[in-house]
């Protein structure tokens, strides 16, 4: 099985300038491109060849689970984040989080403390945990919650070249951004 | 003994056009800065290990608290790491000395060599370096994720190569291995064979 490189939620230019085009032309033109390129080439003739990339992501490890979990990592960023402007969440996903986190600015809050304290490459997730509860993770690298049981709800690249062109090294203000960016209806289908 | 950005022994724009001057002064001015504040920032109320530079204190994480351990490995890291890259740059500096002997000796030969290294940094997954160290005597090319420093497991660093996307994704962006070439033409080689007739 092939795998491809979705289609992004939004145009290349809808979220500027607070993730401008031409970063969208490197991170998902050039950047998420190659991890489907690099997955297509690595698979070939191996016990992955046909499986998902939840399955591989699972069970690979070294360049197919990188690759895999990249391609995972980032076709779910793109869907957290939209254009325009988003009312929160509501229902289900409101009380959960804060009964998890006491409110949904407290929430905001630590999940962005913990993307400015991942050290190097990696991404900041919401994950629902096996028991059910609601958690923020960081991830190292292409690291994915699906190989600890846990079910990805949010995340945020922070990785250098999400934000680079951009923000430089200020990845608090692409943060700041981030949270005012929340596609928290996706957030909502995944619990 | 507060912690200090070193000063850079040429201009941001000595490097042109392989490494150019608004990365080498956003990652000197901001990056390395960073480093060194928080290095600082996580020393602070810890007065016995005042006076111990960057290099000791990352040389024998060990000694260091376990509250403040994780701190000091990244951000003494980054500042060991960045001091020592900044100043193996220079350009039009051709291989010289006994580390050139010793390079040929290793690896075959400098292209070899560079080889080698090159398809160590191109594939170091996430942030990191690359490093010729002198382990034991021998020279090895290694890879350290993050700021992990060779000193760390007893190695000596001859030359490092940041391939962190900081520095070179203003000029380079996704394309790592242009960068890695550039740096070959930057290569203070007289300094790295420094390095090395000190390492023995």
């Known amino acids: 099985m092939s795998h491809e490189l979705p289609s992004l939620p939004f145009a290349q230019d809808a979220l500027a300038p607070k993730i401008s085009a031409e970063t969208l032309e490197f991170h998902y033109g050039k950047h998420h491109q ?50 325009g402007s988003s009312d929160g969440p509501q ?25 400015a304290g991942n050290f190097g490459s990696g991404w900041t997730w919401l994950v629902k945990s096996a028991d059910g509860s609601l958690k923020i993770v960081n991830t190292s690298n292409a690291g994915n919650p699906l190989t600890d049981g846990a079910k990805p709800l949010l995340t945020c690249d922070v990785w250098e070249h999400a934000y680079y062109i951009d923000y430089r090294n200020a990845r608090p203000k692409y943060l700041e951004t981030f949270r005012g960016m929340i596609n928290w209806d996706f957030v909502a289908s995944n619990l | 003994m507060s912690h200090k950005l070193p000063e850079l022994p040429y201009t941001y724009d000595a490097l042109e056009p392989f490494f150019d001057a608004q990365t080498m002064e956003i990652h000197h001015t901001k990056h390395h800065q960073t480093y060194v504040t928080k290095l600082n920032g ?43 890259f900044w100043s193996i740059l220079k350009k039009g500096v051709a291989p010289v000395g006994e580390l050139s002997d010793a390079i040929k000796a290793q690896f075959g030969s400098q292209d070899a ?88």
């Open chain 1, 91 to 115: 229902g289900e996903l409101k009380s959960k989080i804060e009964s998890a986190f006491d409110s949904i600015e407290s929430f905001k809050e630590k999940f962005i403390v913990s993307a």
């Open chain 2, 42 to 84: 996580a020393l602070e109320g810890h007065g016995e290990l005042n006076g111990k530079t960057a290099e000791e204190l990352i040389s024998d994480l060990n000694a260091i608290p376990e509250s403040i351990r994780g701190a000091v490995r990244n951000h003494g890291g980054g500042h060991a790491n960045h001091s020592l």
């Open chain 1, 34 to 83: 190659a991890y489907v390129t690099n997955l297509n080439k690595l698979i070939v003739g191996t016990a992955f060849e046909n499986a998902s990339l939840e399955e591989i992501i699972t069970k690979a490890d070294g360049a197919i689970f990188n690759n895999a979990a990249q391609v995972y990592n980032h076709t779910f960023y793109w869907n957290c984040i939209a254009p």
């Open chain 2, 113 to 200: 060599f560079k080889e080698q290294f090159s398809a160590t940094a191109g594939s170091l997954f996430g942030s990191g370096w690359a490093w010729l160290v002198n382990n034991n005597g021998e020279l090895e090319i290694v890879g350290t994720p993050n700021q992990d420093s060779p000193l760390s497991v007893g190695k000596t660093p001859i030359i490092g190569l940041d391939v962190w996307e900081h520095a070179y994704y203003l000029k380079y962006q996704n394309r790592r291995p242009e960068y890695i070439n550039a740096f070959f033409e930057v290569l203070n080689w007289e300094k790295a064979n420094e390095y090395f007739l000190a390492s023995r």
